[in-house]
């Protein structure tokens, strides 16, 4: 089945505490995202990565990093989490970029106290 | 930058009524226009699209159609079930970039 997974689907955490949220895509697509999905604000992207070793910003990067070193993998790291990053966070990638459709994961419900 | 503005919600209808979503967009050039849903605990999935001007996107009994002079694209359905309820995102793309509006939270009563 085509699909976008994310690990783990909820998690509670504390302040400055490094977590990684992991991604990975099994349909040989070329674009991978990040979004944060806050109430009023809609999506933001945080990152994005047209191919493997190609990262870029998107419109709320501050305190998150990524990297794609596999084409499947496209995982989310906090160094020092904080509680403004408590969100729901979205993995989404599809063929070729931001402008085909995009397939989404299920969502990784993150607090941070 | 490129925006999308969508109706408030939440919006609470009877089964089998008429749905109007309202989504308008301020772009430069000729961007691409999405409908994504959500439903409870997943991720979004694309609804429809349309990719230039007087396109009518439609799957699932919904329609929107791209108007370039209202810069709008509305999401439409003639007679909506319980199993529609979920939130609708409108975006774009233009510039390079995907931009998603903030969400209508639409529930359906039997």
């Known amino acids: 089945e085509a699909q976008v997974t994310q690990n783990p689907r909820y998690l509670i955490t504390v302040t400055g505490k490094k977590l990684t949220v992991t991604c990975s895509q099994n349909?040989?697509?070329?674009?991978m995202s990040w979004y944060r999905q806050d109430p009023g604000l809609g999506l933001r992207q945080i990152y994005y990565?047209?191919?493997?070793?190609?990262?870029d910003k998107g419109d709320v990067p501050e305190g998150y990093k990524v990297s794609r070193k596999e084409k499947r993998n496209f995982p989310l790291i906090l160094e020092s989490p904080s509680p403004n990053q408590t969100s729901l966070y979205f993995c989404?990638?599809?063929?070729?970029?931001?402008?085909?459709?995009?397939?989404f994961g299920p969502g990784t419900r993150l607090t941070v106290t | 930058g490129d925006s999308v503005t969508q109706m408030e919600g939440p919006v609470t209808l009877s089964e089998e009524a008429f749905l109007t979503i309202n989504c308008t967009y301020t772009?430069?050039?000729?961007?691409?226009l999405f409908w994504y849903v959500q439903y409870p605990g997943e991720g979004l999935q694309l609804l429809l699209k349309?990719?230039?001007?007087?396109d009518k996107g439609s799957n699932k009994g919904f329609e929107a159609t791209y108007r370039k002079e209202t810069t709008s694209f509305h999401l439409e359905k003639g007679s909506v079930q319980v199993s529609d309820s979920a939130v609708y995102f409108c975006?774009?793309?233009?510039?390079?970039?995907?931009?998603f509006g903030t969400g209508t939270r639409l529930t359906i009563i039997p």
């Open positions: 975006a774009l793309f233009g510039n390079e970039k995907l931009t």
């Open positions: 989404a990638s599809s063929i070729q970029g931001a402008s085909y459709e995009q397939y």
């Open positions: 349309a990719t230039k001007a007087d």
């Open positions: 990565s047209m191919n493997v070793e190609v990262t």
């Open positions: 772009a430069t050039g000729y961007p691409s």
């Open positions: 349909m040989n697509h070329e674009y």
